[in-house]
């Protein structure tokens, strides 16, 4: 599951269609030393849409 905000069934698929049509994830790190840690991009220019995966 995404998150406790994610708490549908279709909340879930609709942000993963989200991710699959415009995002990406990937496995970064921030400095050399550091393990990697999953990263989730989502590449677009809507406000709304962004305001609500992200709350």
Do not use: Q
Request: with cysteine; charged share 25%.
């Amino acid at each position: 599951m995404l998150g406790a905000k994610f708490t549908e069934c279709w909340e879930a698929a609709y942000i993963a269609g989200i991710i699959d049509g415009e995002g990406s994830i990937s496995l970064t790190r921030m400095h050399e030393n550091e393990h990697r840690r999953p990263c989730i991009t989502i590449a677009s220019t809507d406000k709304e849409l962004l305001l609500y995966i992200h709350l």
